[in-house]
């Protein structure tokens, strides 16, 4: 074999590692999972229910807004975390923090004020705490509502995490360490009466 030969066959050699290298990476990139946020569903997704805790035991109820979040692909994502940004709030408040994190539901509430709580989600779905009242708002003459952070599930006061009533647009995105996340955006709409919280999806 003269010398084109070797030519030729360490051409094919280098395209075909080229190939090999690139479909690689293509199946990398369809098997990285995909983290989507379901369609808001009223009936299903804002709800009443009795809050776990020290005042269980008093029928302390609470109403919420919560998000089924869903992986679409096969392997689990890993270090899940989300983030509510508000873009918009009514003229007479002043919200001195903007973004904050959430909290997953059925992980235990804590008292601690920053960072996030990562969690791995697989094909079955995890569910996303939004925001917040509970009933103990009306003889203590609180309107509005909570952000739904690990804290103020656990302590809800006026000093953090709080939304006087009002309108506000708001953002929601969820990432995870190894794929991809999505934003969508919401209208959270905080109550005068605690039973009166409601949410609904904004359409791009």
């Known amino acids: ?23 690689k990476d293509l199946i990398r990139v369809v098997l990285k999972p995909r983290l989507v946020i379901s369609s808001l569903e009223r009936e299903k997704d804002i709800r009443t229910w009795n809050a776990v805790g020290p005042d269980a035991e008093f029928g ?14 096969k ?25 904050f994190n959430l ?19 697989g094909m079955e779905g995890r569910r996303l705490d939004v925001v917040f009242t509970h009933a103990k708002q009306e003889p203590e003459k ?38 991809r996340g ?3 955006r919401y209208l959270i709409r905080s109550p005068e009466k605690w039973d009166m919280l409601s949410m609904e999806e904004i359409s791009d």
């Not at 074999?1 to 479909?23: H, N, P, Y």
């Not at 989300?82 to 973004?99: F, G, H, T």
């Not at 609180?142 to 506000?168: E, H, M, R």
């Open 1 to 23: 074999m003269g010398w084109d030969g070797f030519l030729k066959i360490g051409g094919l050699a280098g395209w075909a590692s080229f190939f090999w290298l690139v479909t």
């Open 60 to 73: 302390w109820p609470r109403r919420g807004a919560s998000l089924l979040i869903r992986n679409k692909k």
């Open 75 to 99: 392997k689990t994502a890993i270090r899940c975390v989300a983030k509510l940004r508000i873009i918009s709030s009514p003229k007479n408040v002043n919200i001195l923090e903007r973004e």
């Open 103 to 121: 909290h997953w539901a059925d992980v235990p509430y804590s008292l601690r004020t920053s960072g996030a709580e990562p969690i791995d989600i």
């Open 142 to 179: 609180i309107p509005g509502c909570w952000v739904a952070t690990p804290l103020a599930l656990s302590l809800p006061t006026q000093n953090q995490f709080y939304l006087p009533p009002g309108d506000y647009q708001v953002e929601l995105s969820i990432e995870c360490e190894n794929g």
């Open 182 to 184: 999505q934003r969508k």
